[in-house]
């Protein structure tokens, strides 16, 4: 028997019902904010560069203004895989998904969509 927790009062939810709510607390739960991928790809671009707010702003050329080489790429793309559990393609690399932190974010983000649609 199962119970209907968006009720004050505990009432019988049918199947259905429990797996429609299951479904959109793990959708809920799984996709992170926006703002808080930014925020996490911000603090390792900062991290990684030895830099701070003040030099590099999120849209800021990181690769052409030379914050970050290939190597500097390969631990970016090992940082996406490890926090937000998202491959990133050989053809996936591409100065648009990459060229600054806004991109980065937008690419992780709708990866992330993706895998939960």
């Known amino acids: 028997m199962t119970y209907c927790c968006l009720n004050k009062t505990p009432q019988k939810a049918n199947n259905i019902d429990n797996k429609i709510i299951t479904i959109k607390l793990k959708h809920l739960i799984m996709l992170e904010s926006e703002e808080n991928i930014k925020e996490k ?42 926090e937000f559990d998202a491959d990133v393609t050989d053809n996936e690399l591409t100065k648009e998904n990459f060229e600054s932190i806004n991109n980065i974010t937008s690419f992780v983000n709708n990866k992330l969509q993706k895998k939960n649609d």
Do not use: C, W
């Open 41 to 82: 790809v911000r603090q390792h671009i900062f991290k990684a560069t030895l830099s701070d707010g003040e030099i590099i702003k999120d849209d800021s050329p990181i690769f052409e203004l030379g914050l970050l080489n290939s190597m500097g790429l390969l631990y970016l793309i090992d940082f996406i895989k490890k």
